[in-house]
């Protein structure tokens, strides 16, 4: 059974920073590469980064610069590193897993307002 669960996310003022974490149940996770997506509303469901097994990384370009993935296979943990945070970041933030099917966790808010 694989479940991610998401923490980090809340309230912050544009410019600030946020750590996003998702843990990982079961054995799975060092050999998969994981994700995270976004959601704001009315939109569709978009991808924010990646990073492989190998810890190889790429960014959507709104995100570029600003935005860090990261992995820490022993705690079978990743991290979204988010800083210069502007409005147009609010969303519900997912993580993100496939082994042979889908695997998505309940998504963490993150609101950027002043």
């Known amino acids: 059974q694989v479940q991610l669960v998401e923490s980090g996310g809340g309230l912050v003022q544009p410019g600030g920073s946020l750590r996003l974490s998702c843990a990982a149940s079961g054995s799975f996770f060092s050999p998969y590469a994981m994700a995270w997506y976004r959601q704001a509303p009315g939109n569709e469901r978009e991808l924010v980064a990646t990073?492989?097994?190998?810890?190889?990384?790429n960014y959507a370009d709104s995100v570029k610069g600003r935005f860090t993935i990261s992995r820490d296979n022993a705690k079978s943990t990743v991290y979204l590193q988010m800083n210069s945070l502007k409005p147009e970041d609010t969303a519900v933030y997912y993580c993100?897993?496939?082994?042979?099917?889908?695997?998505w966790g309940q998504g963490t808010q993150v609101t950027v307002s002043s």
């Open positions: 993100y897993v496939k082994i042979l099917m889908e695997y």
């Open positions: 990073i492989s097994s190998g810890g190889r990384t």
